[in-house]
């Protein structure tokens, strides 16, 4: 039996939206075992997001036990989950979210501004990441210089600088044309066959769940069932 | 330091904002310069009398009416008084009114018996002074302002003395020598000076004669100075021509103040200036963080705690307010040669660069912590759904 490095029990969410409250996550029970590359899918609205958010630790649950990489995210403070992030998990966004003004570097180095680590050992480690990626070339590239499978790339070596076990992916591939986007599921695919990390992407397209280990489908708050995909 | 790669590149991520932002900021800061120079020179004017063994005697009701030159023998008779010399105000100019010249008619044996020690004057020079009676000694930097040399006529128009002879405003001496201080701190004020004798101007002038402008007295012990002002002032008392007697540096304070409370004008303008500043770097800054409200939240998510989000909001700030402030006060030091043309004694104040910064910090704290506090209070998953 692999280590499991995200468990959840009884995992309840609410929000609050005025005087209403807003149930998203009723009672989830997930495990996800060290190395594995999960697809969330599900219609809008159905809690997908708001469980990426709770494994990468930028939200917290209303109750239940969060377990992720053997640490109880539920019993943290908001600062003591900006510094687990920052040495625990990667995020990949739909938009990059990269910094406009940096360049590709700049942006991948931003992790490594949280360590103390030297300027110099800031950049080579950047550079080894966009190299892996295999987008050394346009380091020095700002975003708006870059194609969207470029930018993404970046945001994936800067998910990847500071070596997290885990990334979490929001709709990685929803705004790339079908050839970057298989391009960056195959480079995630590596990421996880090759080098060991745990990946978690949500997505709608069924094309982008094939590249996981696992799908997980969810509607109203809840998993619907757990099959295994070949890859 | 490692984090001012980021903060300089979120300055220029509008190039034209920051660009009038900081412009705004560093003409407040040259005002702030130029106008607590002025300020400055005003609450500690420099005389050229420096010494806290020094009185100067004017008339006790304005400094404009004069006194007569018989106080000067009663004066003398003061126990503790060691030396007096008299003076009155020439109001000299040359060629044209804005070439203001301090030309002082002096009663050179006693002048320089004052002011022993303070004039850097050869022997020659002070000899051919002493023995031209329309002689004067002008002070080297004005000598060099307007490239007078040695030997040639000066012609100089008083604002105040006609001559006895025809009427005229305008007076002619001959340069016969120049002279320096020796205190750096007086060459300003004394850098438009030009000194002759006092003879040529009583016997020449049309009116006034016997008469003096003020009188300046060395005492020979300074902790007396209170109680041999009070002695002199009490030799006029209930005459037609009372006197006042005070500090050398008390009555250029009051010399100053002749023109009003300047300082309460230059700092309530610069007040002012401030205050505005703090309103519109303020809103630019507010504005700044609130455009990069998705950007924030990815600091964020990749670990920032709040505390950094706080720092990185006050450094770039600070990075504004301190670079514009540097621009603004290396600016206004450029600026005192020209103010020193038309106010005399204005020299920079040792306070001006640290104080200056001082304030550039102040500003920068109050303008940074709003929205860094916004910036605090950013709740991640929200602002990242913004961005979706």
């Given at each position: 039996?692999?280590?499991t490095?995200?468990?959840?029990?009884?995992?309840?969410k609410?929000?609050?939206r005025?005087?209403q409250d807003?149930?998203?996550?009723?009672g989830?029970?997930?495990?996800i075992?060290?190395?594995?590359?999960?697809?969330?899918?599900?219609p809008?609205?159905?809690?997908?997001?708001?469980?990426?958010?709770?494994?990468?630790?930028?939200?917290?649950p209303?109750?239940?036990?969060?377990t992720?990489?053997?640490?109880r995210l539920?019993r943290?403070?908001s600062?003591?989950?900006?510094?687990?992030?920052a040495?625990?998990?990667?995020?990949?966004?739909?938009?990059?979210?990269?910094?406009?003004?940096?360049?590709?570097?700049?942006?991948?180095?931003?992790?490594?501004?949280?360590?103390?680590?030297s300027?110099s050992?800031?950049?080579?480690?950047a550079?080894?990441?966009?190299?892996?990626?295999?987008?050394?070339?346009?380091?020095?590239?700002?975003?708006?210089e870059?194609?969207?499978?470029?930018?993404?790339?970046?945001?994936?070596?800067?998910a990847?600088?500071?070596?997290?076990?885990?990334?979490v992916?929001?709709?990685p591939?929803?705004?790339?044309?079908?050839?970057?986007?298989?391009?960056?599921?195959?480079?995630?695919?590596?990421?996880?066959?090759?080098h060991?990390k745990?990946?978690?992407?949500v997505?709608?397209?069924?094309k982008?769940?094939?590249?996981?280990?696992?799908?997980?489908?969810?509607?109203?708050g809840?998993?619907?069932?757990?099959?295994t995909?070949?890859? | 330091?490692?984090?001012?790669?980021?903060?300089?590149?979120?300055?220029?991520?509008k190039?034209?904002r920051?660009?009038?932002t900081?412009?705004?900021?560093?003409?407040?800061?040259?005002l702030?310069?130029?106008?607590g120079?002025i300020?400055?020179?005003?609450?500690?004017?420099?005389?050229g009398?420096?010494?806290?063994?020094?009185?100067?005697?004017?008339?006790?009701?304005?400094l404009?009416?004069?006194?007569?030159?018989?106080?000067?023998?009663?004066?003398?008779?003061v126990?503790?008084?060691?030396?007096?010399?008299?003076?009155?105000?020439?109001?000299a100019y040359?060629?044209?009114?804005?070439?203001?010249?301090?030309?002082?008619?002096?009663?050179?044996p006693?002048?320089?018996?004052?002011?022993?020690d303070?004039?850097?004057v050869?022997?020659?020079?002070?000899?051919?002074?002493?023995?031209?009676?329309?002689?004067?000694l002008?002070?080297?930097?004005?000598?060099?302002?307007?490239g007078w040399h040695?030997?040639?006529?000066?012609?100089?128009?008083?604002?105040?003395?006609?001559?006895k002879s025809?009427?005229?405003?305008?007076?002619?001496?001959?340069?016969?020598?120049?002279?320096?201080?020796?205190?750096?701190?007086?060459?300003g004020q004394?850098a438009s000076?030009?000194?002759?004798?006092?003879?040529?101007?009583d016997e020449?002038?049309?009116?006034?004669?016997?008469?003096?402008g003020w009188?300046?007295?060395?005492?020979?012990?300074p902790?007396q100075?209170?109680?041999?002002?009070?002695?002199?002032?009490?030799?006029?008392?209930?005459?037609?021509n009372?006197?006042?007697?005070?500090?050398?540096?008390?009555?250029?304070m009051?010399f100053?103040?002749?023109?009003?409370?300047?300082g309460?004008?230059?700092?309530?303008?610069?007040?002012?200036?401030?205050?505005t500043?703090?309103?519109?770097?303020?809103?630019?800054?507010?504005?700044s963080?609130r455009?990069r409200?998705p950007?924030?939240?990815?600091?964020?998510?990749?670990?920032?705690?709040?505390?950094?989000?706080?720092?990185?909001?006050?450094?770039?700030?600070?990075?504004?307010?301190?670079?514009?402030?540097?621009?603004g006060?290396?600016?206004s030091y450029?600026?005192?040669?020209v103010?020193?043309?038309?106010?005399?004694g204005?020299?920079?104040?040792?306070?001006?660069?640290?104080?200056?910064?001082?304030?550039?910090?102040?500003?920068?704290?109050?303008?940074?912590?709003?929205p860094?506090?916004?910036?605090?209070?950013?709740n991640?998953?929200?602002a990242?759904?913004?961005?979706?």
């Amino acid at each position: 039996m692999s280590e499991t490095i995200v468990s959840l029990r009884n995992v309840v969410k609410h929000y609050t939206r005025g005087k209403q409250d807003v149930p998203v996550l009723d009672g989830l029970d997930l495990d996800i075992a060290k190395g594995e590359f999960v697809a969330l899918m599900g219609p809008s609205g159905s809690g997908k997001t708001t469980l990426l958010n709770l494994i990468g630790g930028l939200d917290s649950p209303t109750s239940g036990e969060l377990t992720v990489a053997g640490e109880r995210l539920d019993r943290m403070s908001s600062g003591q989950l900006a510094r687990w992030r920052a040495h625990h998990v990667g995020f990949v966004f739909q938009f990059y979210n990269l910094m406009p003004m940096l360049n590709a570097q700049r942006n991948v180095e931003l992790p490594l501004l949280l360590t103390h680590l030297s300027a110099s050992q800031r950049a080579a480690n950047a550079l080894a990441a966009l190299t892996l990626v295999g987008i050394a070339d346009r380091a020095k590239h700002k975003p708006s210089e870059l194609s969207g499978g470029q930018a993404q790339r970046v945001a994936i070596a800067r998910a990847l600088v500071a070596d997290a076990p885990l990334l979490v992916c929001d709709e990685p591939t929803g705004d790339l044309d079908r050839k970057s986007a298989d391009e960056i599921l195959h480079l995630l695919q590596i990421l996880n066959r090759e080098h060991g990390k745990t990946i978690v992407i949500v997505t709608h397209d069924p094309k982008a769940a094939e590249f996981g280990s696992r799908s997980l489908h969810m509607d109203k708050g809840a998993l619907l069932d757990a099959g295994t995909l070949a890859a | 330091m490692k984090y001012l790669p980021l903060l300089w590149a979120n300055l220029w991520r509008k190039k034209t904002r920051t660009i009038f932002t900081l412009l705004s900021v560093a003409i407040a800061f040259l005002l702030f310069g130029a106008l607590g120079t002025i300020d400055d020179t005003f609450e500690n004017p420099r005389t050229g009398l420096t010494g806290v063994d020094k009185l100067i005697t004017t008339n006790k009701f304005s400094l404009t009416l004069l006194l007569p030159f018989s106080d000067v023998q009663q004066i003398a008779t003061v126990p503790g008084v060691a030396v007096v010399t008299w003076i009155t105000w020439f109001g000299a100019y040359y060629q044209e009114s804005k070439n203001f010249v301090f030309a002082l008619p002096i009663d050179t044996p006693t002048y320089f018996d004052l002011h022993k020690d303070e004039f850097v004057v050869s022997d020659a020079e002070m000899a051919a002074f002493r023995n031209t009676r329309a002689g004067v000694l002008v002070n080297s930097a004005l000598m060099k302002k307007f490239g007078w040399h040695v030997g040639q006529k000066l012609p100089l128009h008083s604002t105040i003395w006609t001559q006895k002879s025809d009427g005229s405003l305008d007076w002619t001496f001959d340069i016969v020598g120049t002279f320096a201080v020796k205190d750096a701190t007086q060459a300003g004020q004394q850098a438009s000076t030009v000194l002759f004798h006092y003879e040529l101007f009583d016997e020449g002038r049309s009116f006034g004669k016997g008469q003096v402008g003020w009188l300046e007295e060395r005492v020979i012990d300074p902790s007396q100075s209170g109680q041999i002002a009070q002695q002199i002032d009490a030799l006029f008392a209930n005459s037609p021509n009372e006197t006042k007697t005070q500090p050398a540096k008390d009555f250029a304070m009051s010399f100053v103040k002749q023109f009003g409370d300047v300082g309460f004008v230059l700092r309530a303008i610069l007040g002012a200036v401030f205050f505005t500043l703090l309103f519109l770097t303020g809103n630019t800054m507010m504005q700044s963080v609130r455009e990069r409200t998705p950007e924030l939240a990815v600091l964020k998510t990749l670990g920032f705690s709040d505390a950094k989000v706080v720092g990185l909001v006050i450094g770039e700030s600070l990075l504004l307010c301190l670079l514009a402030a540097a621009v603004g006060l290396a600016a206004s030091y450029t600026l005192i040669p020209v103010i020193r043309s038309v106010l005399q004694g204005v020299m920079t104040p040792p306070w001006l660069m640290p104080g200056g910064l001082g304030l550039a910090v102040l500003l920068a704290l109050l303008v940074g912590t709003p929205p860094a506090l916004r910036a605090m209070r950013l709740n991640v998953v929200d602002a990242l759904m913004e961005k979706r």
